[in-house]
DNA sequence: CGTGTTTGACCCGCGC
DNA sequence: GCGCGGGTCAAACACG
């Protein structure tokens, strides 16, 4: 904005000149502008086959929906669907009253019919001793779980089922590498995705997988947006900083347990461990994390990241021998050795997700709205949103939000609704961020023409990451669900993405914010390959 | 009065 | 078997 504003001007036209293409070029950068506009055009053309694939899509998710409304036992088509779906007496609300729900799950304890069990304390302490837990109890479990009450009561689809083959139902049970059971010997492999599995499974029994996520806070805990009761504190062993326990309370049942501690080298820096899986639907501000938390097992558990897993990871098994995760997001972890990692404590599976590392990906995870702001929002900051955002010029991945819809109290979660990118979130804390208020009074064309020309950069970057990511359809659908919820929502919630890019035209005027933090958290299913290699080829 | 937090006691797994 | 440490319970307390 000011080096615009106060170049002299003879300087001024001549990069207005260069810009507009008017002056005399060398035949470098006649080269670069070539290659810019062909790289432009094979964007274009990549905008147009996204928006091919994403009608597909949507084309495929609404005959589902056909299917699953005809049918007379929709549940028995979603055997794998998390308990979201009996829940309703959990909550004593009617699904047509409930807001849309995205359940996210992570980890084990799946079988809703032995859910109650499950949790109680006596048969977990059972199932411990007997060390032979079933794989559908005892395996990890990543879903996605969507509730439109509008359309069905009963549409609790999990994401996979959207893949329209009972086979990737089979094989996300398949995929899970951290279950402890020997029951997992039993079943057949005949791939070698199961061969890699089965050295994990020789490892010693171990529980149930948890989270762990560091991140700058300045708060006593960060928001998920799940609420939780403290039912202890403990000074643990080597940190002089008490730990908390909490556990989730959106659910009385709900078995999900969070610890909180400061870090004792950084006191700022506060470290969360998330174990367990929610039984109930998650709002959309909680999938956020939840995504966050998923994305890190999931790509755990898909490759070798680093190399202090030997036991977690798949020895042999990298980025470039899984072919279909060499994408910028898995590049971005990749790049940032100590961002994501796992390990094992106290037979934990543990996935350390690093907030904390700079210029990686997430390189700011900004929790603006922790529950200790929540009470002192004001109304130029009522709508609480959490930030994968990244400097531009380092990462690999744009700056998105997700967002959601205002919290009433720090006590309660509210209704969350997909909020797409908005400018106002980027007048207020964060200055590095990529995308500026357009409302500056120091625009001119040529920041309008860079921040667009950055934009579409940024889009094209956000759409190879996506597009090379194998989970790419599931996160389409995700994201058709997502839209799907919102059109009958309401479309004043959502907005505009702020420029021109692929992202817009791959769904008209509306953004899928929902891409940066669902990515690679969505499905564990090795089906959408097809899908990303053609997306992956078509990137370039 | 309902809800959430604090905190000492207790339980249990693990290592020696 | 014993001690240690992590995790949980539950009564007392605080707060709105």
Known sequence: ????????????????????????????????????KAKMGEVKEENQK???????????????????????????STTETNSSSNNEDDYGVKDQDQPEMVSLTLGSWNNPCNKK????????????LNKTRKVETGGLELGLDYRNPRVSTTDSIKYSSLENSNKVLKEDENVDTWTSTQDLKVKENTNSREVDDQEILHQPQVKKTRVCIRSRCDSPTIHDGCHWRKYGQKIAKGNPCPRAYYRCTVSPNCPVRKQVQRCPHDMSILITTYEGTHNHPLPLSATAMASATSAAASMIKSSTLTSQTPTLTRPGLTTSS?????????????????????????????????????????????WLSSSSSYSSATSSRNSSFLNFSSSAASSSLPSLDFSTSSLPTSSSW???????????????????????????????????????????????????????????????????????????????????????????????????????????ALSTSKNNASVAADARDNVG
């Open 414 to 520: 509210a209704s969350g609704y997909l909020l797409p990118y908005t400018n106002h979130h980027n007048n207020n804390t964060r200055t590095n961020n990529i995308y500026q208020n357009p409302s500056n009074n120091n625009n001119n064309v040529q920041q309008q023409q860079q921040q667009q020309s950055l934009n579409e950069t940024i889009a094209a970057v956000a759409t190879k990451a996506i597009a090379s990511n194998p989970n790419f359809q599931s996160v389409l659908a995700a994201a058709i669900s997502s839209y799907v919820g919102n059109k009958a929502n309401n479309d004043q919630k959502m907005t505009s993405f702020p420029s021109s890019g692929a992202l817009q035209s791959a769904e008209s005027s509306r953004s899928l914010a929902l891409f940066p933090t669902s990515l690679p």
């Open 1 to 36: 904005m000011m080096n615009s504003c106060f170049l002299p001007t003879s300087k001024r036209s001549k990069m207005e000149a260069e810009l507009s293409g008017s002056s005399i070029c060398n035949n470098d950068q006649d080269q670069l502008l070539k290659s810019a």
């Open 322 to 366: 899984l072919g279909l995760h060499s994408s910028n997001f898995m590049t971005t972890f990749n790049n940032n050795p100590s961002l994501i990692s796992a390990s094992c404590h106290n037979s934990h599976p543990t996935v350390t997700l690093d907030l904390t590392v700079p210029n990686s990906g997430f390189s700011s995870f900004d």
């Open 117 to 128: 069990q499950n949790y109680d304390k006596k048969q977990e302490s059972d199932d411990s």
């Open 50 to 76: 996204l928006k091919r694939l994403l009608s597909q899509i949507l084309k495929e998710y609404q005959s589902l929906e056909k299917q699953i409304t005809s049918m007379g036992q929709p549940k028995q």
